[in-house]
């Protein structure tokens, strides 16, 4: 794997910056990389902020709808607060959805003098800098999460380079169990391996996450006092497997250098994730996140001798000797996950708030 330079040098991040500096550094980012100006994400903003602000107002307005229903009366007074009730519901839901969405949209807008600091760290660490947002390309390490726009990315070279991005995954597919917002660093691993996921439990809380929950049937208690710091999910029948990848002096580097974010193996690729932006012109979070590639670097090299038994893929050639695939048995390749706590949340909202006015319609 090609790790960072050591030590990372931050310097770009805390030097002042001019602003026909971070004007020229933008127009050359620009010229090269169009999808910067992100006017996709300037419509986004706008819409989502104007149903952010309504939300206040159509409270308001549904409120002094339904307390003047009341104060008429009438036969079919019940019926009539009913029906404001359920769809006040829903136009509440819908503007919370809008601010929340809109707060982390906004702070994905181009910023200049970010861009200027991040193209210059970029260049004196040896990486190349894309300010995004960009698409999933066919070798994102994220393509199997879903469609997804990238933000701030950067990677060193080779075909084994490390990836750092802020994302944000558009259409997710039922397995995924990573956040809809959030930051990254991807390493590409000499060999496919099961799908493994440490939680972090000291990362930020996501009780209303629409991403996929891994079910915990598979988790697996560590040893020592690992399980304070992360919890570990495997596939059911690897637990040989997590143990032999994970030991007791990987998951020490990992609770050293690691903590706060999560860390999953899927297929040959490892990620270190957050539902923060871990793109930021912060120097102490590049130290942060250069402390914990080296401390795996050399862990991940060792990780290229393990086997997976149950595999059926061995092929033979013609009067030739059988040749094995290393590849993942389909038991292993993906951890079993149900519905987040926000999807089951705006589901059943809807789901209850449809009954409601078919109920309501229907009374005599």
């Given at each position: 794997m090609q790790a960072l330079r050591t030590p990372i040098d931050t310097t770009a991040l805390t030097e002042p910056v001019r602003r026909r500096d971070a004007r020229r550094t933008w127009k050359a980012l620009v010229a090269e990389h169009p999808e910067a100006r992100d006017l996709v994400g300037l419509v986004r903003r706008i819409v989502l902020g104007a149903g952010a602000l309504c939300l206040p107002i159509g409270l308001l307005a549904f409120t002094l709808v339904i307390t003047a229903t009341i104060a008429e009366g009438g036969e079919d007074v019940a019926t009539a607060v009913l029906v404001q009730s359920v769809i006040g519901a829903f136009l509440g839901l819908a503007?919370?959805?809008?601010?929340?969405?809109?707060i982390r949209v906004r702070r994905r807008r181009p910023r200049k003098?970010?861009?200027?600091?991040?193209?210059?760290?970029?260049?004196?660490n040896g990486m190349t800098y894309s300010p995004g947002p960009t698409g999933t390309r066919r070798d994102a390490p994220l393509r199997r999460r879903g469609a997804l726009n990238c933000y701030r990315v950067l990677r060193t070279p080779g075909p084994r380079g490390l990836e750092f991005a802020n994302h944000e995954l558009v259409r997710s597919i039922m397995t995924n169990t990573s956040p809809a917002f959030g930051g990254y660093c991807a390493m590409r691993l000499p060999v496919a391996l099961p799908n493994i996921l440490l939680r972090s439990e000291e990362g930020p809380r996501r009780p209303l996450h629409t991403s996929s929950v891994v079910r915990g049937s598979q988790v697996l208690s560590l040893e020592g006092d690992f399980d304070r710091y992360f919890r570990l999910y495997c596939p059911a029948g690897y637990e040989r497997d997590a143990l032999y990848l994970f030991t007791p002096d990987v998951m020490a580097r990992l609770v050293d250098h690691v903590r706060g974010l999560d860390v999953e193996i899927v297929d040959d690729w490892m990620y270190l994730i957050s539902a923060r932006d871990l793109i930021t012109d912060r120097p102490e979070r590049w130290e942060a996140l250069a402390a914990a590639v080296d401390a795996l670097d050399d862990r991940v090299e060792r990780w290229a001798r393990w086997r997976d038994e149950r595999s059926e893929a061995a092929v033979s050639a013609d009067d030739g000797p059988v040749v094995r695939v290393r590849e993942v048995a389909k038991p292993g390749r993906r951890l079993?996950?149900?519905w987040g706590a926000g999807t089951v949340l705006i589901v059943g909202t809807v789901t209850l708030g449809f009954v409601a006015l078919i109920v309501a319609i229907n009374l005599p």
């Amino acid at each position: 794997m090609q790790a960072l330079r050591t030590p990372i040098d931050t310097t770009a991040l805390t030097e002042p910056v001019r602003r026909r500096d971070a004007r020229r550094t933008w127009k050359a980012l620009v010229a090269e990389h169009p999808e910067a100006r992100d006017l996709v994400g300037l419509v986004r903003r706008i819409v989502l902020g104007a149903g952010a602000l309504c939300l206040p107002i159509g409270l308001l307005a549904f409120t002094l709808v339904i307390t003047a229903t009341i104060a008429e009366g009438g036969e079919d007074v019940a019926t009539a607060v009913l029906v404001q009730s359920v769809i006040g519901a829903f136009l509440g839901l819908a503007g919370v959805l809008c601010t929340w969405a809109w707060i982390r949209v906004r702070r994905r807008r181009p910023r200049k003098r970010v861009h200027h600091r991040l193209a210059r760290f970029a260049a004196a660490n040896g990486m190349t800098y894309s300010p995004g947002p960009t698409g999933t390309r066919r070798d994102a390490p994220l393509r199997r999460r879903g469609a997804l726009n990238c933000y701030r990315v950067l990677r060193t070279p080779g075909p084994r380079g490390l990836e750092f991005a802020n994302h944000e995954l558009v259409r997710s597919i039922m397995t995924n169990t990573s956040p809809a917002f959030g930051g990254y660093c991807a390493m590409r691993l000499p060999v496919a391996l099961p799908n493994i996921l440490l939680r972090s439990e000291e990362g930020p809380r996501r009780p209303l996450h629409t991403s996929s929950v891994v079910r915990g049937s598979q988790v697996l208690s560590l040893e020592g006092d690992f399980d304070r710091y992360f919890r570990l999910y495997c596939p059911a029948g690897y637990e040989r497997d997590a143990l032999y990848l994970f030991t007791p002096d990987v998951m020490a580097r990992l609770v050293d250098h690691v903590r706060g974010l999560d860390v999953e193996i899927v297929d040959d690729w490892m990620y270190l994730i957050s539902a923060r932006d871990l793109i930021t012109d912060r120097p102490e979070r590049w130290e942060a996140l250069a402390a914990a590639v080296d401390a795996l670097d050399d862990r991940v090299e060792r990780w290229a001798r393990w086997r997976d038994e149950r595999s059926e893929a061995a092929v033979s050639a013609d009067d030739g000797p059988v040749v094995r695939v290393r590849e993942v048995a389909k038991p292993g390749r993906r951890l079993r996950t149900t519905w987040g706590a926000g999807t089951v949340l705006i589901v059943g909202t809807v789901t209850l708030g449809f009954v409601a006015l078919i109920v309501a319609i229907n009374l005599p």
